[in-house]
């Protein structure tokens, strides 16, 4: 069973478009997040959700907005997309304890072109 | 705030030979520790943990890490690689303080393992 799985692998889209990437997670966390590996393959988080918090990383432009429809699900819409917006997004889970978090499960990516 | 320094951005090694990822991080906060590793195409994969206890960590591939606090290191070793070691691998870090800030990643050191 995959414990955390990312919609579509692969998406190419045009500048301008509006388009979603869909994320579940069967590990039963409360926390989820998104993350963006650009094309030097570095990764920042974009987002993490609990259900009770969001937090947004300030960097990211408002364009870029999380939807969790229940603690097993944080999709990412993305509108207006650009030509930087090119780039691997990951979602993945945490397992969590007082401290913080203790392993993160990632999903397989979602490769994203905008042309 | 933390951060990960990973100071080689790429490891050429003979198979068989021995091998040291470097790592280094600041944080004004205790922090877990964590070493992932990506194949071509995929996603994130944990490799090995520091959370608490003993500073040495293995991983069931025979790699290993040793935390250092006063030094603020977590190196990645492995006494014989290869060739299916090739990947990038990454060094990250999430803190202790409760929130749900998720992981500062190093930017990677690319293992490249030469027959």
């Known amino acids: 069973d995959t414990a955390v799985s990312q919609t579509p692998k692969y998406l190419v889209t045009q500048m301008g478009n509006d388009k979603s990437i869909k994320c579940e997670q069967n590990?039963?966390?409360?926390?989820m997040y998104w993350y963006k590996q650009d094309s030097k393959k570095f990764l920042k988080i974009m987002f993490s959700y609990n259900n009770k918090e969001l937090i947004i990383n300030e960097t990211v432009p408002n364009r870029f907005s999380p939807k969790s429809p229940d603690k097993a699900h944080l999709n990412l819409h993305i509108n207006s997309l650009e030509l930087g917006d090119s780039a691997v997004y990951f979602c993945?889970?945490?397992?969590?304890?007082?401290?913080?978090?203790?392993?993160?499960?990632f999903g397989q990516g979602t490769r994203l072109t905008v042309v | 705030a933390q951060s990960v320094t990973q100071l080689d951005s790429q490891v050429p090694v003979f198979e068989e030979a021995p091998v040291e990822l470097r790592c280094n991080y600041s944080?004004?906060?205790?922090?877990?520790l964590f070493w992932y590793v990506q194949y071509p195409n995929q996603g994130l994969q944990l490799l090995l943990k520091?959370?608490?206890?003993?500073?040495l960590v293995e991983s069931i591939n025979g790699f290993e890490a040793e935390f250092n606090k006063s030094q603020t290191s977590f190196h990645l070793r492995k006494p014989s690689v290869h060739i299916s070691d090739t990947a990038e691998y990454f060094c990250a870090v999430s803190d202790r303080g409760g929130g749900a800030d998720g992981l500062t990643f190093g930017k990677g050191t690319h293992l490249i393992i030469q027959p």
């Open positions: 520091y959370l608490s206890g003993s500073t």
């Open positions: 993945a889970s945490s397992s969590r304890d007082r401290g913080g978090d203790t392993e993160a499960f």
């Open positions: 944080s004004s906060v205790s922090v877990y």
């Open positions: 590990l039963g966390h409360d926390t």
